[in-house]
């Protein structure tokens, strides 16, 4: 495994996850971005994409500050935030997701070609309306997401809307998946779609 050449974005992955360490949102490190692939320091693994630098990686995620710091001291890992415990996250893809955005009040990453992440209170299930489109993924137990600032191809995630400005507060997932129920009906019925969402917009 290469040592980083970059200590300053090495070290703006770390702050970010020991912020998020700060509010007991499980973090582990994830495989970092080189040449257009992912490597994790494990010979010959075969996964190219944004996946875990650890093995057992469910057992290990922690908001232990101590670990965080000695996980990256060397290595420009990606920062990886495992669901299913302080929150699930609803991952709405395209304009649907960028529709919900626009009402939401609560935390909100985007990472590149519009992958849109909603940090929700956990425990619901996937509401069957949402079900069968591939554009949406509820992840929960033994699932993760990129979080800011991690390196992904075309781009870095980033957040729409900062846990800061909704003061770390989580929403009721029910809420955002009614929004996302209607977004991804928009271009059914735009006029009826917005109506909904303005109404949303204004009880937030």
């Known amino acids: 495994m290469l040592w ?18 700060g509010h007991a949102w499980p973090v582990l490190p994830g495989a970092y971005l080189t040449g257009g692939r992912f490597d994790c320091g494990e010979l010959g693994c075969p996964t190219i994409s944004c996946h875990p630098a650890i093995r057992d990686w469910e057992q290990v995620a922690t908001a232990d500050l101590t670990r965080i710091t000695t996980w990256w001291q060397r290595h420009e890992h990606g920062v990886l935030l495992a669901t299913g415990y302080g929150f699930d996250v609803l991952e709405i893809a395209g304009t649907a997701g960028r529709l919900v955005a626009r009402a939401a009040d609560g935390p909100v990453a985007v990472a590149p070609r519009e992958r849109w992440m909603f940090l929700v209170r956990p425990g619901s299930d996937l509401d069957p309306q949402l079900a069968d489109h591939a554009s949406v993924v509820l992840h929960q137990g033994g699932s993760w997401i990129p979080a800011p600032p991690t390196p992904l191809p075309g781009g870095r995630v980033r957040w729409a809307v900062p846990p800061e400005r909704c003061d770390w507060m989580l929403p009721d997932a029910a809420k955002v998946q009614r929004a996302a129920c209607w977004a991804l ?9 917005w109506r909904s969402w303005n109404q949303l917009a204004g009880s937030a």
């Open 4 to 21: 980083s050449t970059r200590p300053t974005r090495r070290l703006r992955l770390r702050r970010a996850a020991q912020r998020y360490a």
């Open 185 to 193: 009906d928009f271009d059914r019925q735009p006029r009826q779609v």
